[in-house]
């Protein structure tokens, strides 16, 4: 039986500069799901992403009724954890529908907004093949980038000898943001259970 378990919490505030912040969500996956590259991973996304990302789902899926996003409210305030809890728990909703439909599964931002960290226009660059990695190489290197999961990264090692494992390769011009060194994400026990 094939499963897709979708997590979004932690929410972290971000400072973007002195006078801006927002609020950052984990979405941690774990699936045994054919679709999908990697098989746990967990990445760090912002509202205005999961905008992007419905967007674009839907201009792909003319004919499929996307399930909405939590409203953008102008009384939106980041600093009141029922506001924040409630958007959290809508963008969990969102993602749990999209990733049980086969049709949005097989477009190719969906796998880079949920197993990597790059920008939206840098998801877009590689989905219309103007990067030198595939979709496929940016989540392996971001996988490999972001070492959080203990069992993947032994799986990883058997195949390679110590001195490969040690070394990262730059050479496929990926360029993660900083959140996917520090997302600090971790398979959480009950997510492992499903």
Same mark, same amino acid.
């Given at each position: @039986?094939? =499963? &897709?378990?979708?997590?979004?919490?932690?929410? #972290?505030? @971000?400072?973007?500069?002195? $006078? /801006? +912040?927002?609020?950052?969500?984990?979405?941690?996956?774990?699936?045994? *799901?054919?679709?999908?590259?990697?098989?746990?991973?967990?990445?760090?996304?912002?509202?205005?992403?999961?905008? $992007?990302?419905?967007? #674009?789902?839907? *201009?792909?899926? &003319?004919?499929? @009724?996307?399930?909405?996003?939590?409203?953008?409210?102008?009384? =939106?305030?980041?600093?009141?954890?029922?506001?924040?809890?409630?958007?959290?728990? !809508?963008?969990? %909703? =969102?993602?749990?529908?999209? &990733? @049980?439909?086969?049709?949005?599964?097989s477009d190719s931002r969906l796998h880079l907004f949920l197993q990597t960290q790059?920008?939206? %226009?840098?998801?877009?660059?590689?989905? *219309? !093949?103007?990067?030198?990695? *595939?979709?496929?190489?940016?989540? /392996?290197?971001?996988?490999?980038?972001?070492?959080? =999961?203990?069992i993947e990264d032994e799986e990883r090692k058997k195949g390679k000898n110590d001195?490969?494992?040690?070394?990262? +390769?730059? +050479? +496929? !011009?990926? #360029?993660?943001?900083?959140?996917?060194i520090s997302c600090g994400c971790k398979a959480s026990p009950a997510s492992e259970?499903?």
């Amino acid at each position: @039986q094939e =499963f &897709v378990t979708v997590l979004v919490r932690d929410p #972290r505030t @971000q400072k973007e500069d002195s $006078w /801006h +912040s927002y609020i950052d969500y984990e979405i941690f996956i774990h699936t045994n *799901s054919m679709c999908f590259t990697r098989k746990t991973s967990c990445v760090r996304r912002r509202f205005r992403e999961f905008v $992007w990302l419905r967007q #674009r789902l839907q *201009s792909n899926a &003319v004919l499929i @009724q996307l399930p909405e996003l939590p409203s953008k409210t102008p009384f =939106f305030n980041m600093n009141n954890p029922h506001h924040v809890d409630h958007r959290r728990q !809508g963008l969990q %909703e =969102f993602l749990e529908k999209i &990733v @049980q439909d086969t049709l949005l599964l097989s477009d190719s931002r969906l796998h880079l907004f949920l197993q990597t960290q790059l920008s939206p %226009e840098d998801m877009e660059a590689c989905v *219309s !093949g103007q990067t030198k990695y *595939s979709v496929a190489d940016a989540i /392996h290197e971001f996988a490999s980038l972001n070492r959080r =999961f203990p069992i993947e990264d032994e799986e990883r090692k058997k195949g390679k000898n110590d001195a490969d494992s040690d070394s990262e +390769s730059s +050479s +496929s !011009g990926l #360029r993660p943001s900083d959140d996917s060194i520090s997302c600090g994400c971790k398979a959480s026990p009950a997510s492992e259970e499903s």
